[in-house]
C-alpha cells in the first residue's frame, strides 16, 4: 500500500464549477498535511496546510481532513483555467513527527484541467 | 527576493560526469530538505539538515550522491559518476520550525 494515493486524473472540471481534489494516506498517525499545486515543468508551490480535523479555508481554497477515515481533501472553488496544474498531496508521517526531520511523502498528484 | 534560490535551473551532461547543484534557503531558515522528482511522480526525499548537521539521509541517495551544508546556510548536493537513471528535477525546500516546507524551482538534470 501506497503511503499517499491521490488520483491521477486529469480532472476535467468547467470554469466556475468546484474541483474537488482527494488524497488518502496509510500513516494513521500523522499530524500534518499539505497541498501544494505544481504547475508544467515548475516546482511545488505551497496552497494550504492542515493540522486539526474539520475544515480550514482560505479564499476559494478548502482543506479538509478527516484523520479517523485518513482522508484529507482540496476544494476549489469559482475554478478558474488559471487553476489547472497538478495539485500534489504531502503528508508528514507520525514516525517523524516526533523529531526535528519533518520530511514530506507526496503522492504522485492529480492533474487538474479547467475549461473556458 | 527572499525565497529559495537554486543553481543552475537546468544541468546536461554526459554519462559519467560529476555534477553539482547549489540551494540558498530562505534567510533564517535552520532546516533544508533535498528532494526528487521524475516525470509523473510527486517529490521523493532524499536528505534533511538542520543547520549544518546532515540528520537524514533516503535510501534513494546511493553512495555517489552526497551533500552538504557546512555553514547551516547554502547547501550542495554533488552527484558522481551520473547515469542516465539520475535525470529527474531536484528540488530544494526550506523550512525554518515545523513542517511548512517552501520548495525553490528545482534542477533539471538530463543525463545522456
Known amino acids: 500500500q501506497k503511503e499517499v494515493e491521490q488520483n491521477s486524473g486529469p480532472l476535467s472540471v468547467p470554469e466556475g464549477a468546484i474541483a474537488s481534489l482527494n488524497c488518502t494516506y496509510s500513516?494513521?498517525?500523522?499530524?500534518?498535511f499539505f497541498w501544494y499545486r505544481q504547475y508544467s515543468g515548475k516546482s511545488p508551490e505551497l496552497i494550504m496546510f492542515?493540522?486539526?480535523?474539520g475544515d480550514k479555508e482560505d479564499g476559494r481554497f478548502t482543506a479538509q481532513l478527516n484523520k479517523a477515515s485518513q482522508y484529507v481533501s482540496l476544494l476549489i472553488r469559482d475554478s478558474q483555467p488559471s487553476d489547472s496544474a497538478t495539485y500534489l498531496c504531502a503528508v508528514v508521517a507520525a514516525r517523524n513527527s516526533g523529531g526535528s526531520n519533518y520530511k514530506l511523502t507526496f503522492g504522485k498528484g492529480t492533474l487538474l484541467t479547467v475549461n473556458p | 527576493d527572499t525565497g529559495v534560490s537554486q543553481d543552475p535551473r537546468h544541468k546536461i551532461t554526459k554519462r559519467g560526469q560529476n555534477v553539482t547543484f547549489r540551494c540558498d534557503p530562505i534567510s533564517e531558515h535552520n532546516r533544508l530538505y533535498w528532494y526528487r522528482q521524475t516525470l509523473g511522480q510527486g517529490p521523493e526525499f532524499l536528505t534533511y539538515?538542520?543547520?549544518?548537521?546532515?540528520?537524514?539521509k533516503s535510501r534513494l541517495l546511493s553512495d555517489r550522491f552526497s551533500a552538504e551544508r557546512p555553514k547551516g546556510s547554502f547547501s550542495t548536493l554533488e552527484i558522481q559518476r551520473t547515469e542516465q537513471g539520475d535525470s529527474a528535477m531536484y528540488l530544494c525546500a526550506s523550512s525554518w520550525a515545523g513542517a511548512t516546507q517552501y520548495f525553490g524551482p528545482g534542477t533539471r538534470l538530463t543525463v545522456l
Open positions: 500513516d494513521r498517525g500523522s499530524q500534518s
Open positions: 539538515f538542520q543547520n549544518e548537521a546532515q540528520l537524514e
Open positions: 492542515i493540522y486539526s480535523n
